[in-house]
């Protein structure tokens, strides 16, 4: 069974700093595609940011400039958002998608199904004003 542990949500003022970790375990695939999402009270969840194993990556019109998505040499990545608003706020969700179509496709990270799709358990980010 695939898990994915999140680390590093909190409360922050605004323009403040936050650094996201999500560790994959139990996924051999050599290969693989891994992003961020959030959900804010009331509001659809949005796609953050994604990154797959070869370094690629790509965001959402809303955090490009702020955010940035890397990984290491393993099958963590992590999420460092700068510039922080209380826009930011919501519950940030770390996925993996096994079809690495989340990466792969064009325009900014969408779940793209729920075959083959894994989620954490959420790491809530609180920024106030």
């Known amino acids: 069974q695939v898990q994915l542990t999140e680390s590093g949500g909190g409360s922050v003022q605004t323009g403040g700093s936050l650094r996201l970790s999500c560790a994959a375990s139990?996924?051999?695939?050599?290969?693989?595609?891994m992003g961020w999402f959030r959900q804010a009270p009331g509001k659809e969840r949005e796609g953050v940011a994604a990154?797959?194993?070869?370094?690629?990556a790509k965001y959402a019109d809303s955090v490009k400039g702020r955010f940035t998505i890397s990984k290491d040499n393993g099958r963590e990545m992590f999420l460092q958002m700068s510039s922080l608003t209380p826009d930011d706020t919501a519950m940030y969700y770390c996925?993996?998608?096994?079809?690495?179509?989340?990466?792969?496709?064009?325009?900014?990270?969408?779940?793209?199904?729920?075959?083959?799709?894994?989620w954490g358990q959420g790491t809530q980010v609180t920024v106030s004003s």
């Open positions: 990154v797959d194993s070869e370094g690629r």
């Open positions: 139990n996924y051999v695939a050599r290969r693989w595609c």
């Open positions: 996925a993996l998608d096994d079809s690495r179509l989340l990466c792969v496709s064009d325009g900014p990270p969408a779940v793209t199904g729920t075959l083959g799709w894994y």
